[in-house]
């Protein structure tokens, strides 16, 4: 894999924001959006938490949505190796 494998869209550009060639796409089978704001919602949740020493993990589900799970990208790279 080179440099070119992997690009960033530009605003405004259908489709993932994230494009990856078939070479990339084979060691890395994710299509991402990436979305920045102000607030989300969801970090009130995501930071709720009961111990301390765990990984943190939260399930999220909206009215007829499939459940999503939210983890730190740190915590994803990891997992990745």
Known sequence: MTSRDVRSTVMGESG???K?????FTVFPY???CK???RFAVYKDY???GRPDGERLLVIKGDRKEPLVVISLEHFMEILG
């Open 16 to 18: 993932s924001d994230v």
């Open 47 to 49: 930071e709720q938490r």
């Open 31 to 33: 299509d991402v959006e």
């Open 36 to 38: 920045a704001n102000a």
């Open 20 to 24: 990856l060639s078939e070479a990339a």
